[in-house]
Each structure stands twice: as C-alpha cells, then as structure tokens.
C-alpha cells in the first residue's frame, strides 16, 4: 500500500532554513506528481507547491515563491523542501501528497502522508 | 486564484440523519472540485473528485455532486465516524490549488 513518511520538522528562528523530506513507498514514485500541502495550527489546508512526475515541471504558492524550493530524488523514491528564509508564518504540519493521476499532475490529492511540524520562532 | 467558500461553518446532526455540505466557487471551476475529510490529529482523507467520484474504499452514503461555481456533498445516513472537517479543493484553475476553509460535522 502506499506509504508517505515526512520527517525533517522541527524548530527554526526566523530568517533560517531547514529541508524537509517525504520517503514514499508501495507504489512507482518516479509515475506521480507530488505536492506539498501546509496546515497552520487549528487552520485551514494551504497549497505549498507541486512537482511534476519527471521533476520538470515545477509550481509554487505565491506565500513562497522565490524561499521554498521542491525537489524530488528518483533513485531514493524520496520527495524534498528547502525552505529557506523562515518566516513565523510558516508555522504548520507540512504534509506530503501523492497525485491521483499516473504520468500526468492532476491536482486530485490522493494519498497523504502524516505530516511534519515546522515551528518558525524566535 | 479562486477563493472557494464553504457553508455552514459548523453542522451538529443526530447518527441516521442526512448532512448537506455546499462550496462555492468565486468562478467556474468546470467539474474539477474534490472533497476532503479530516478527522482530528489526522491527515486529510480524499472523498471524492471531479465533483462526483468517490474516491477508492469510499461509502456510498458520501455522494457529490454540482458543476460550475456550486457543489454539494451530501452524506445520506450519518455515522459517528462522520465527524470531521470536511474541506472541498479545486483544480480548475491551476496553480495554485486551493481550498475552502472548511466545515466541521458534529456528530451529536
């Protein structure tokens, strides 16, 4: 079955940078377009950014555009974030996703991993 | 970006009965708007897709349905097991995805 696990979390002064990565499993990694997905403490879920299933093709949120960067590692089925530049605002689980459609980024978020918890703090 | 709105905030239903769940979107989305459930302390869980789709293992009593800028889910005879936050997300207009603020489904 499929297996999303999120690690790399933790807490970071602002202006800081800290990688997040996502080990996935059960399924063809290298098929799917993967994204990231943020919650901030009792909030609602915020887009963060997606990469295509070749890792071409990349997108962001406005929110952090120019500090995140997505990546993603074929041979280790692994998922990444750089988040560089940490604000306060950053603060949230950060959930890794899998796409819904093979060979293709659909945007139907299927399946997700647990989550890790970033808190941006002075 | 296309701000979705979801209505009401909070619904609070007996088991056995039946809950409406709505979302607006601030444009047409076509059919691409998708439901989401999450339950406390856990990640969110794919309902349905493409406004109608139940999405793999889903119950049948969870059904959507709608087109354009207005969508339904509808959970036909509620269990305990219900309650949760129930986010809808659209794919019409992308990047960025984005998503109602969601509703919470009290199970009384």
């Known amino acids: 079955q499929v297996q999303l696990v999120e690690s790399g979390g933790g807490v970071v002064q602002p202006g800081r940078s800290l990688r997040l990565s996502c080990a996935a499993s059960g399924y063809s990694f290298s098929d799917y377009g993967m994204h990231w997905v943020r919650q901030a403490p009792g909030k609602g879920l915020e887009w963060v950014s997606v990469?295509?299933?070749?890792?071409?093709?990349?997108y962001y949120a406005d929110s952090v555009k120019g500090r995140f960067t997505i990546s993603r590692d074929i041979s280790k089925n692994t998922l990444y974030l750089q988040m560089n530049s940490l604000r306060v605002e950053d603060t949230a689980v950060y959930y890794c996703?899998?796409?819904?459609?093979?060979?293709?980024?659909?945007?139907?978020?299927?399946?997700w991993g647990q989550g890790t918890l970033v808190t941006v703090s002075s | 970006e296309i701000v979705l709105t979801q209505s009401p905030a909070t619904l609070s239903l007996s088991p056995g009965e039946r809950a409406t769940l709505s979302c607006r979107a601030s444009?047409?989305?076509?059919?691409?708007l998708a439901w989401y459930q999450q339950k406390p302390g856990q990640a969110p869980k794919l309902l349905i897709y493409?406004?109608?789709n139940r999405a793999t293992g889903i119950p049948a009593r969870f059904s959507g349905s709608g087109s354009g800028t207005d969508f339904t889910l509808i959970i036909s005879s509620l269990e305990p097991e219900d309650s949760a936050v129930y986010y809808c997300?659209?794919?019409?207009?992308?990047?960025?995805?984005?998503f109602g603020q969601g509703t919470r489904l009290e199970i009384k």
């Open positions: 444009q047409s989305v076509t059919n691409y």
């Open positions: 493409d406004a109608f």
């Open positions: 997300q659209q794919r019409g207009n992308w990047p960025p995805i984005t």
């Open positions: 996703v899998k796409d819904y459609r093979v060979d293709s980024t659909s945007g139907i978020l299927e399946y």
């Open positions: 990469i295509s299933d070749g890792g071409r093709n990349r």
